[in-house]
């Protein structure tokens, strides 16, 4: 359910930016650097609830294309967990070698899921 304006991440977004441009003036040198963390996760944290599950869903769709298998896709709440179980058995599938004859496929993959990940943790990153 939305709330009214503003909504969880424009107050992220505005918590990062007091925390960034007041907030790490007013500190001591040596806590500036915590300041600046906690900036960022303000930010990460938005952009998390902006791109909602989106991402996981376009992994677990990845994972499933990868391993030659779909898998059901789950409810809301279920998703992380799906995901993970997914990313664990790739993992295993990686290890057992059988993806030692498409690389080419499995890197295109994973750089694919990386970018996504980026998207949301450092946006930009992957420009040029």
Known sequence: MTQDRPDAPELLDALAEF????????????????????????????????????PLRSDLALFGELLGSEFDV???????????R?????AEEIRGGAFDARLDQLIAGLREHVRRKLDVARPGYTDG
């Open 19 to 54: 925390l960034y441009t007041d907030v790490r003036g007013w500190a001591p040198r040596e806590k500036r650097f915590q300041v600046l963390v906690a900036a960022n996760v303000c930010a990460v944290v938005a952009r998390e609830l902006r791109a909602s599950e989106e």
């Open 86 to 90: 997914a990313e664990r058995r790739l």
């Open 74 to 84: 789950p409810a809301a709440d279920e998703l992380p967990t799906a995901v993970r």
